[in-house]
């Protein structure tokens, strides 16, 4: 039985095959990092820990995504695949330059689409009509950094815009028809769980189709990694998390797609939380605490 709307039943009701995201990392830098706006990038950043090991700039796009289609189809060889424009920010160049990259993996074998990663303070209206005449082709989903709807925990995180921007970013990428993806931190510096619950409405308020959502991570070698070791903050146990998901969940759209509930970095990287599950025994945890919530209500 599923609690919520869950990603993996709904891409099926997409395509009539099995798909599977694929990693790009195409050599985007971010406006965060190469001093447009700031050279320190967001405070918990560090790309490395969610990059795949077959996600490396130095290879072509095509390169990537048949090193990629290796690594999965040996256990599924009839899978599709979406070519997942993940790290960094995915739209930080010219149109022409966009333009090629996508095109340039959409004519490899097997890819049916593609996901862009981004900020919500790089996408033009010029670009969100070329993907409006791409998404008439190809599947187009476009996801955005939201982070938090608290414009001054988006401060403190050096995340350089704020929410209105992120509002207007998904509003003007939804009216356009294009699929349009969110993301969100539970956990971050001066957010306790009230304030998580008082942001699931605004999210929820969205014109969002998918939701990713994940717990404050502390990586080595960010400056929140710093900030974390001079003056500790509170970060959840697993426990504690669970319950503000399960009272998030209860806030959100029936029909928004939620895609996941956490992130799992490299362990060599990680300073904490130490949870020691992985994703599908958090799930697991979070469907078997879904299951009795609504038992109580019977």
Known sequence: MNYYNDFGSWIRTQFPFRVQKISIDAGFSCPNR???IS???CTYCDNRTFNPSYCNRKKTITEQLEEGKRFFGRKYPDMKYLAYFQAYTNTYASLEELRRMYEEALRVEDIVGIVIGTRPDCVSEELLDYLAELNKRTFVLVEYGIETANDETLLRINRGHDFACSRKAVEQTHVRGILTGGHIIIGLPGEDAEESLRQAPIISSLPLDILKIHQMQVIKGTRLAQQYAEHPFHVYTVEEYIEVIVGYIK?????????RFVSQSPAELLIAPKWGLKNCEFTNLLNNRLKQ???RFR
């Open 34 to 36: 190469d001093g447009k």
């Open 39 to 41: 050279s320190g990038g």
């Open 251 to 259: 806030l959100l759209r029936k029909d928004l797609v939620l895609e």
């Open 293 to 295: 919530e609504m038992e």
